[in-house]
Each structure stands twice: as C-alpha cells, then as structure tokens.
C-alpha cells in the first residue's frame, strides 16, 4: 500500500491472481460476463469522463483501476473513494491490459455496482419520446443510438430481451457515458409489450422499409404528442409482428439509390425530425 499524496491511499497491483481484481479479469470473454453480471451486479465504466458521468448518475464504485498518469486527473474521485472505502489500484498499462485482456484506451476503469431497473409504467409516466431497441444485438450501434436519445431529448428507452446491455463495456465508450443520462428498462415480453405501451397512451411507430409505410416528412408535420419509436434489428429491420402490432410504420425518404442508413444513423434522424413541437 502506498500513499499518492495526503490522505489518498492507493494500492499497486503486486499479483493479477489478486481475488480483490477479479470483476476485472478476461473482460473480452462476453460469455463469461454475461454469466457473472446478473450475479454480481457490476458493469465496467472505462475512461475518465465515463467514470464521472457514472458517479453524477449516482452509481457506486466497487473500486477503481487506473494507470497511475490518471491519479492527477481522477484526484477527486479517488479522494471520495479512500473516504468510503472503496480500494483504488494502480498498475503499469501493460500490467493492466494483462489483466483485463483489451488495450485499455482511457488508462481508468470503475467496477461498478449494477443499479435496480424500474418498472416500464414508471419510467414511461411523463414521457412524450420514448425509444425502443428491438432486438438491437451490436453494443456499438447501441452506444451510438443512446448518445443520440441523449442529444435529441428522448425521455426513456426500452430494450428487448434480446437486445445489447446498454451497460457493457463499449456499448457505454461509445455512447461517451450518455447512457447514464437517459433514463432505460427492460421491456417484456416483446412485441406484446405494444400493446401495454398503447395502453399508456402511446403512438407506437417502427422505422420500417414497407410499401405502406409512411413517409418521414408527413409524420413529422404533425408528430403524435406521445410517441415510441421502434428501431428494428440489424440486417432484418423490425419483425412482422412487431410491425401488425404497431400503430404505424415510417420510412426516411432516400436518394441516389440508397434503400436504407444504419440503424443509429436512422434512429437520430427520424428523432430529430419528430421531435416535441416544443422542442424546435
């Protein structure tokens, strides 16, 4: 144990078989974290901006790795830390990598305890925008859809049981720790989950590529007051069933003989066109 400074106390890792660095080890085996998360109730926060975004969001810290350039930047962090408790190890960049088993592009991770959901009903009460992730299975392009219900003032999001964690690891780089600040559940079961979200008073949308889909344009000229937008899964788009369930289907009108745009490209732009009248 060493001390970085007054009344901060950090520990340098001395042994990769240490127990106490054990929600860090092998993190690039996703089988293995989707075994152990549900138990242990941790998700890994990466990079300093990340890490503080979590802590805002009021998630706790189960400890703290980090290069030791980084003790500087994070002082604060570790200074709260050491006042709870909660150990702080330090280690050369290579020795962490070894660890973790990933090149570590931020030089700091967080372990951090995994926070209760809430229920679809109370996370929906208030919402006028409202996102469901259907089936949505690549942790980039759930990152890049978060960040963008972040920028373009989505109230909640909705994952399927088949979708990405918003939690893992990239999914949350990418997002730039935005995903922090956008309330989201689970919703289950899916697609009858369209049914429970009209109920509520919802106008359920899925982008879509049908002949009788409307257009993007028309929509947006009068958005619905109360709107879930559903974004299908790669490659397939959304389901059938989730598209006869759904109170309309709407395209994005395209040119220069391109038939669809990614996912996350897609969601941002139908978000913004459909954005609250308030909002614009």
Not at 105 to 111: D, E, K, N, Q
Request: glycine share 8%; aromatic share 4%; proline share 6%.
């Amino acid at each position: 144990m060493q001390r970085g400074g007054r009344n901060v106390v950090i520990e340098e890792i001395r042994a990769l078989d240490d127990p106490r660095l054990s929600d860090y080890v092998a993190l690039t085996d996703v089988a293995l974290r989707r075994r152990i998360e549900p138990e242990r109730g941790l998700y890994i926060a990466e990079s300093a901006k990340v890490i503080r975004r979590a802590l805002a969001a009021g998630h706790r810290p189960r400890s703290l790795l980090m290069a030791r350039r980084w003790l500087a930047d994070l002082a604060d962090v570790v200074a709260e830390a050491n006042a709870q408790g909660i150990p702080v190890f330090v280690g050369e960049h290579a020795v962490i990598e070894e660890l973790t088993g990933f090149h570590l592009h931020r030089g700091a991770l967080a372990a951090m305890q995994r926070p209760s959901l809430p229920g679809v009903e109370e996370l929906v009460r208030h919402a006028r925008r409202v996102v469901v992730l259907e089936d949505i299975v690549d942790h980039t392009n759930v990152g890049a859809i978060l960040r963008s219900c972040a920028a373009l003032g989505v109230d909640a999001v909705l994952v399927t049981p088949r979708s990405a964690d918003p939690l893992y690891r990239r999914a949350i780089r990418v997002s730039m720790g935005t995903v922090f600040q956008v309330p989201w559940t689970r919703i289950d079961p899916w697609p009858g989950g369209v049914r429970r979200l009209q109920e509520l008073g919802f106008t359920v949308a899925g982008l879509g590529l049908t002949p009788e889909a409307a257009s993007l344009d028309e929509v947006a000229g009068m958005p619905p007051t109360r709107l879930a937008l559903v974004l299908g899964t790669e490659g397939d788009g959304l389901s059938r069933r989730t598209m006869a369930y759904a109170d309309l289907t709407i395209r994005i009108p395209m040119s220069g003989g391109v038939d669809s745009l990614n996912v996350a490209a897609a969601g941002a732009v139908a978000l913004w066109a459909l954005r609250p009248a308030g909002t614009r």
